[in-house]
């Protein structure tokens, strides 16, 4: 069933033109009375209601009409049709009611006018800052003068007796500039708080009162396991006087001369002694344990034979001390003080096979990779060099390639050493101004971490069982470190591990013990590492000899 439309109540905008109810409209509407015509009566009763009222149903009989409303003097007349639109709202355009005075805007300000400028003018700033003020010194300093404290308090006896306690005056500033306090001349305060330093340590470590600092999860021995004593060490960083070979044999340089210690046995046999108003100042053993070269001040190489402890040769040609030596096959490398590095084939007679040329410096550090393809040198330039170690067919006189130059060290670098598990993953460690660990990749240069240490870095040792490696330190710390990688996160770390800077170490053939010497004129193996489950039973006659305790002199 359709139900028909409602009719709408307003005209189309065609008829009429809509405007908004104002109150200036409705003011105007309310001064106009609507007046109906009132019919005179004789005198009949009923004659008193009109006809509208008559012929309206909601309007009762009985009720009285609501009295007529005078017609004001107003001059416009009033129609139905202006009642039905005053109603609705609704004013006809050009109608009477358009003639009323009706505000249909609002007010609008006039636009403010701006100073014109020519271009080469600029503009004018607030040159004043909103924290800092712009007033005169003087007019600050009066201003400052006027702020102080309240004397009057609500308890002026507790502030008296505040202000004679603590010595400030009421209106004072606590806060300012005064002299430093005289140091103290009893130090029993300090030795006091260096005692009790250890029971402030960082979480996660355990201090000791023998100098060692380990992590929870990690046992070191806090003492070495054997001494022995090493008169005559020299007490040199440029130096390289500890050599562990194969054969768990060490070799030792003392003064003029060399030294090997069977670990096995316990016995010390003299091998050589340098020439009279020199010293010996390297040594290294052969990749098989079975040939000692050994260094000397003036510039000689040596040749010895472990087993008989002979002297085989003697190779010249240098012109400085020889500070370091490495081994790889029949190539006995040699680094010179003068910044050469010399290639020595022990099996001929012209044995200088090639010479490399890269330091301004002594060289004090060099290490052969163990596949034979890279040698690294350090020096007292504070440069690492990684050579092509390729030799090849050579005459005498040719030159090495250096393939990577690093120049990132502050201090000379004697400590190098090649990772025996990643290849390519070669440390280097600065001097006192530097003491600084870098890992460099060979393979594409780049420089993988950073560690700084709090002292001279002296040697580096890998572990071959772990991931991790030690370093050894001089002064102030004379410590031993261990820090794990890639973390270089520490380890383990024995301070004051020599009266003096730990300045030589090397590592056993199993991997678990290190011997330091220093210049206390001591050696000293520490057992730092295990030795895995499966060599143990191998290497367990080798390991007996060094749990003993004792010490021996090589003399």
Request: glycine residues 8%; aromatic residues 6%; hydrophobic residues 35%.
């Given at each position: 069933?359709?139900?028909?439309?409602?009719?709408?109540?307003?005209?189309?905008?065609?008829?009429?033109?809509?405007?908004?109810?104002?109150?200036?409209?409705?003011?105007?509407?309310?001064?106009?009375s609507?007046s109906?015509?009132?019919?005179?009566?004789?005198g009949?009763?009923?004659?008193?209601?009109?006809?509208?009222?008559?012929?309206?149903?909601?309007?009762?009989?009985?009720?009285?009409v609501?009295?007529?409303?005078?017609?004001?003097?107003?001059?416009i007349?009033?129609?139905e049709?202006?009642?039905?639109?005053?109603?609705s709202?609704?004013?006809?355009?050009?109608?009477?009611?358009?003639?009323l005075?009706?505000?249909?805007?609002?007010?609008?300000?006039?636009?403010?006018?701006?100073?014109?400028?020519?271009?080469?003018?600029?503009?004018?700033?607030?040159?004043?800052?909103?924290?800092i003020?712009?007033?005169?010194?003087?007019?600050?300093?009066?201003?400052?003068d006027?702020?102080?404290l309240n004397?009057?308090?609500?308890?002026?006896?507790?502030t008296a007796?505040?202000?004679?306690?603590?010595?400030?005056?009421?209106?004072?500033?606590?806060?300012?500039?005064?002299?430093?306090?005289?140091?103290?001349?009893?130090?029993?305060?300090?030795?006091?708080?260096?005692?009790?330093?250890?029971?402030?340590?960082?979480?996660?470590?355990?201090?000791?009162?023998?100098?060692?600092?380990?992590?929870?999860?990690?046992?070191?021995?806090?003492?070495?396991?054997?001494?022995?004593?090493a008169?005559?060490?020299?007490?040199?960083?440029?130096?390289?006087?500890l050599?562990?070979?194969?054969?768990?044999v060490?070799?030792?340089a003392l003064?003029?001369?060399?030294?090997?210690?069977?670990?096995d046995?316990?016995?010390v046999?003299?091998?050589g002694?340098?020439?009279?108003?020199?010293?010996?100042?390297?040594?290294?053993?052969?990749?098989?344990?079975?040939f000692?070269?050994?260094?000397?001040?003036?510039?000689e190489?040596?040749?010895?034979?472990v087993?008989?402890?002979?002297?085989?040769?003697?190779?010249?040609?240098?012109?400085?001390?020889?500070?370091?030596?490495s081994?790889?096959?029949?190539?006995?490398?040699?680094?010179?003080?003068?910044?050469?590095i010399?290639?020595?084939?022990v099996?001929?007679?012209?044995?200088?096979?090639?010479?490399?040329?890269?330091?301004?410096?002594e060289?004090?550090?060099?290490?052969?990779?163990a596949?034979?393809?890279?040698l690294?040198s350090g020096?007292?330039?504070?440069?690492?060099?990684?050579?092509?170690?390729?030799?090849?067919?050579?005459?005498e006189?040719?030159?090495?390639?250096?393939?990577?130059t690093?120049?990132?060290?502050?201090?000379?670098?004697?400590?190098?050493?090649?990772?025996?598990?990643?290849?390519?993953?070669?440390?280097?460690?600065?001097?006192?101004?530097?003491?600084?660990?870098?890992?460099?990749n060979?393979t594409?240069?780049?420089?993988?971490?950073?560690?700084?240490?709090?002292s001279?870095?002296t040697?580096?040792?890998?572990?071959?069982?772990?991931?991790?490696?030690l370093?050894t330190?001089?002064?102030?710390?004379?410590?031993?470190?261990?820090?794990?990688?890639?973390?270089?996160?520490p380890?383990?770390?024995?301070?004051?591990?020599?009266?003096?800077?730990?300045?030589?170490s090397?590592?056993?053939?199993a991997?678990?013990?290190?011997?330091?010497?220093?210049?206390?004129?001591?050696?000293?193996?520490?057992?730092?590492?295990?030795?895995?489950?499966?060599?143990?039973?191998?290497?367990?006659?080798e390991?007996?000899s060094?749990?003993?305790?004792?010490?021996l002199?090589?003399?």
């Amino acid at each position: 069933m359709a139900y028909p439309k409602t009719p709408t109540r307003h005209r189309s905008r065609s008829d009429v033109a809509k405007t908004p109810i104002t109150p200036s409209l409705v003011y105007a509407l309310n001064n106009i009375s609507i007046s109906s015509p009132s019919t005179k009566t004789g005198g009949n009763k009923a004659s008193k209601y009109s006809l509208a009222d008559i012929s309206n149903p909601f309007i009762s009989k009985s009720r009285p009409v609501s009295p007529v409303k005078r017609a004001t003097s107003s001059s416009i007349q009033v129609s139905e049709s202006l009642k039905r639109q005053a109603s609705s709202g609704v004013i006809r355009k050009g109608g009477v009611e358009s003639k009323l005075d009706v505000v249909s805007r609002d007010y609008v300000p006039p636009p403010k006018s701006e100073a014109k400028r020519s271009r080469s003018t600029p503009a004018m700033r607030d040159s004043r800052d909103r924290f800092i003020t712009n007033r005169e010194v003087t007019e600050v300093a009066a201003t400052l003068d006027l702020v102080s404290l309240n004397p009057k308090s609500s308890s002026p006896g507790h502030t008296a007796r505040l202000v004679a306690a603590t010595g400030v005056p009421l209106n004072k500033r606590v806060l300012a500039f005064h002299e430093a306090p005289p140091v103290a001349s009893d130090t029993t305060l300090t030795q006091q708080r260096e005692l009790a330093r250890p029971l402030y340590a960082r979480p996660g470590t355990l201090p000791s009162s023998s100098g060692v600092v380990t992590n929870r999860s990690r046992k070191i021995a806090t003492q070495p396991e054997r001494v022995l004593d090493a008169p005559g060490m020299v007490d040199d960083f440029y130096l390289n006087l500890l050599s562990w070979s194969v054969q768990n044999v060490v070799a030792v340089a003392l003064s003029e001369n060399t030294y090997i210690w069977r670990a096995d046995t316990g016995t010390v046999v003299q091998v050589g002694e340098a020439p009279e108003g020199t010293y010996v100042s390297s040594v290294n053993f052969s990749n098989d344990g079975a040939f000692l070269g050994v260094g000397i001040g003036t510039g000689e190489v040596e040749l010895w034979d472990v087993e008989t402890g002979q002297r085989l040769r003697s190779m010249g040609g240098h012109q400085a001390q020889i500070a370091a030596l490495s081994w790889h096959g029949h190539i006995l490398s040699s680094a010179c003080g003068d910044g050469s590095i010399w290639h020595h084939d022990v099996r001929v007679a012209r044995h200088k096979v090639m010479e490399l040329l890269g330091h301004n410096g002594e060289v004090c550090g060099l290490t052969w990779r163990a596949d034979g393809e890279l040698l690294a040198s350090g020096g007292n330039d504070n440069v690492v060099n990684i050579w092509d170690g390729r030799v090849g067919d050579v005459t005498e006189g040719s030159r090495g390639v250096v393939r990577w130059t690093k120049r990132n060290h502050t201090a000379a670098v004697k400590a190098l050493a090649w990772c025996p598990w990643q290849p390519s993953l070669l440390a280097s460690g600065g001097g006192t101004n530097d003491a600084t660990v870098h890992i460099w990749n060979s393979t594409t240069g780049g420089r993988l971490h950073t560690l700084k240490t709090p002292s001279q870095v002296t040697s580096i040792q890998w572990s071959p069982h772990k991931k991790e490696f030690l370093t050894t330190h001089g002064y102030p710390t004379n410590a031993i470190m261990v820090h794990a990688y890639p973390s270089l996160g520490p380890v383990a770390e024995i301070r004051d591990a020599h009266d003096s800077r730990v300045l030589f170490s090397c590592i056993s053939p199993a991997g678990d013990m290190v011997c330091t010497g220093a210049g206390d004129e001591n050696l000293k193996f520490w057992r730092i590492w295990e030795v895995p489950t499966a060599k143990k039973k191998k290497e367990s006659k080798e390991g007996r000899s060094l749990t003993g305790s004792g010490i021996l002199s090589l003399r």
